[in-house]
């Protein structure tokens, strides 16, 4: 059964700087706390079939992602086809939208999953993934949040407002 988390965060600033900051695909590591490296594997820097490698802080796993939408200042969909220790997707993808509102930009990142294994799947989503990838949607935008509004770098152990993200688990 597909399964689908839904973040969304308020960040003090426009679409356009917010988007600069999703759409550097090869240096998400910059603000996301749950990536402790990442770089790109295809020659395009963005873009439709822009390919990166992220290393994770949980479990030393990595995932290995294409950019599958591109709409430029709008959104971005990509999907996960490969890693090293990871739950045993059959299909993942996850979608950053923006829309300019008073105030900044809503930030939303819907991430969709299904995994192998039936029965056994189920039960792997229920007592792990399902928590833990709310969990890293979470942080991933409220450390964007953070990195948009400071310039700083998010680090593994940087304070991120969370609190100030919405979350919903389908």
């Not at 749950?34 to 963005?46: G, I, N, Q």
């Not at 949980?58 to 990509?78: F, G, T």
């Not at 990838?133 to 700083?152: F, I, P, Q, R, S």
Request: hydrophobic share 40%; with cysteine.
């Amino acid at each position: 059964m597909a399964r689908e988390i839904n973040g969304e965060v308020l960040i003090e600033a426009s679409k356009e700087r917010v988007w600069e900051s999703v759409a550097d695909f090869g240096n998400t590591y910059l603000w996301n706390p749950s990536v402790t490296h990442s770089r790109l594997t295809s020659d395009a820097p963005s873009g439709i079939g822009a390919t990166r490698h992220c290393d994770l802080t949980i479990s030393k796993a990595s995932i290995e992602e294409r950019v599958v939408d591109w709409v430029e200042n709008e959104q971005l969909r990509v999907e996960i086809f490969g890693g090293r220790r990871t739950p045993p997707f059959k299909e993942a993808w996850g979608r950053f939208t923006l829309e300019e509102v008073p105030g900044g930009t809503l930030t939303k990142l819907q991430l969709h999953y299904e995994l192998k294994g039936g029965i056994l799947g189920g039960l792997i989503d229920r007592l792990m993934v399902r928590r833990q990838y709310g969990k890293g949607l979470k942080l991933a935008l409220a450390g964007l949040k953070y990195h948009v509004e400071t310039g700083d770098l998010v680090e593994t152990g940087t304070r991120v407002p969370v609190d100030e993200v919405t979350l919903a688990i389908a």
